[in-house]
């Protein structure tokens, strides 16, 4: 084969590989770049720049990192790691060319294709590929030296031992040796990210393709539905894994992802003291302890609450990234457009006029606090009064709809779980009354009554009709610890 033919099928087959590289995180992985970049905060400052230098692979770990943050931008991670990883496979290709000669492309195929499984990770870091490119350049330029010369290869080769640590430290292997992609996760994280972009009907339409059975998931669909104020409507047409759905668990057993997310229902309920809570401990246990979209909440909150010192110190931060300038100096005390502050005041108007001290877990306590400050929190009274439901703690709810929600027809789900507290403190009919309960739900409360007596409690039987119910919810669903 002649060498320019060969040279045309190189080209191709790279161009091919790129190409595929590019798919596959474009198509496959998109929302697994954005997460990294939510999670790393790249300042342009002095300090920040220089504190690379105080750690092995200096270099390396700055490139990473100033990679990352342009993973921003939509299709900037699938090409920056296509770039990166092209970059990786030459390498590799330049070291095994003068033992095997044109079948070193085998080799450097594979290495491309397991370190881009690696990058799959949510914790194996870009600058981890760098140091390795970094390393095979350095051993290639040493190589080059020693044919040149052994007097001129050696002090190269010393000095680029001791300069590479420094520079490209050994490679990263502490994230493991392998990695393949975790495409359930990935639906979890384009149901996170969407909701951070705010792009409400790419999250509606993600959940009406996915049928997943997680508490992550259940997560976001209630809050979708919530802030469309039809939480009760939609409580039992899905997975319901009791209140997990509505409040992720911030425990030791709960992972990162979950934590750095859960601020997300308490800033839209209007309690900025466990929205601010939550966001702190998601920063916290990070992988990198820190991450521009929890400092960019950090900010919203403490304008929302008036504090401007507190808010200064998270924009000051972001003013000095290159992707979040402009967005931290719309929000400046000052300079706000006429945009921001109407949504301050939006968000100012869900504040309780008083704080009160209380256990981050006692949730009941915190939408109750929110309700009696402002009674017309329509989104915290149906978490309230749903969170009473999926607990099945009956009695509590009906203190709660007494309190926060008496006065107008209840909604269907509300109407069936009065039904069960009626029934089962044997309420005289006068008192059903008052609750203006729709006589159609009061007739197939009836008629569910009886099958589940004449059935002998038999679920199977009564789940094609009143599946959806929360009658049947009460009775059949398992409440885990």
């Given at each position: 084969?002649?060498a320019c033919n060969r040279r045309y099928i190189e080209w191709g087959v790279t161009g091919v590989g790129a190409l595929a590289l590019f798919l596959f995180f474009f198509k496959l992985l998109p ?451």
């Open positions: 084969m002649k929302y697994h770049l954005f997460h990294r970049e939510q999670t790393q905060l790249f300042l342009y400052a002095s300090e920040a720049l220089t504190e690379y230098l105080k750690h092995p692979a200096a270099l390396a770990g700055l490139l990473g990192d100033f990679l990352t943050q342009f993973f921003y931008y939509e299709g900037g991670g699938p090409a920056i790691m296509t770039v990166v990883l092209l970059l990786w496979g030459m390498v590799v290709f330049r070291l095994l060319l003068p033992y095997i000669g044109r079948w070193a492309w085998l080799p450097a195929v594979a290495a491309v294709v397991w370190e881009a499984g690696r990058q799959c990770g949510l914790l194996y870091p870009l600058s981890g590929t760098i140091a390795l490119i970094g390393i095979g350049s350095l051993v290639l330029l040493c190589r080059s030296c020693f044919r040149c010369s052994w007097k001129l290869g050696l002090p190269v080769g010393v000095l680029a031992v001791v300069a590479g640590y420094w520079l490209f430290g050994y490679g990263n292997w502490s994230s493991g040796w392998y990695n393949t992609p975790n495409l359930e996760r990935e639906r979890l994280l384009a149901l996170d990210s969407e909701t951070y972009f705010g792009r409400m009907e790419k999250v509606q339409k993600l959940l009406a393709e996915q049928d997943l059975h997680a508490p992550f998931a259940t997560y976001y669909y209630n809050l979708l539905h919530a802030r469309q104020m039809q939480l009760p409507d939609k409580l039992t047409d899905y997975y319901q894994p009791a209140s997990q759905g509505l409040f992720l668990p911030v425990a030791p057993t709960s992972t990162y992802l979950t934590i750095y997310a859960a601020n997300e229902v308490w800033f839209a309920l209007g309690d900025m003291t466990m929205a601010e809570h939550a966001t702190i401990l998601g920063m916290i246990f990070s992988p990198r302890h820190t991450g521009a979209r929890a400092i960019k909440r950090l900010a919203e909150i403490n304008l929302i609450n008036g504090d401007e010192a507190a808010a200064m110190k998270y924009l000051r931060l972001l003013q000095k990234t290159m992707c979040y300038r402009q967005w931290a100096e719309r929000r400046i005390p000052g300079r706000q457009t006429s945009e921001i502050r109407q949504w301050l005041e939006q968000k100012q108007q869900l504040l309780p006029v008083t704080d009160t001290l209380r256990f981050s877990s006692n949730i009941p306590l915190s939408l109750r606090h929110l309700l009696r400050s402002n009674p017309d929190n329509g989104m915290a009274r149906d978490y309230l009064l749903c969170f009473d439901l999926l607990n099945k703690d009956i009695g509590a709810f009906a203190e709660d709809y007494r309190e926060f929600a008496a006065g107008g027809i209840p909604s269907r789900l509300y109407a069936e779980g009065l039904l069960i507290y009626l029934a089962g403190s044997n309420a005289p009919i006068e008192e059903v009354k008052k609750y203006r309960i729709p006589p159609q739900v009061l007739d197939e409360f009836n008629e569910y009554s009886k099958r589940y007596e004449a059935n002998g409690g038999n679920g199977t039987i009564l789940q094609a009709e009143y599946g959806k119910t929360y009658w049947f919810y009460f009775h059949y669903a398992t409440m885990k610890k």
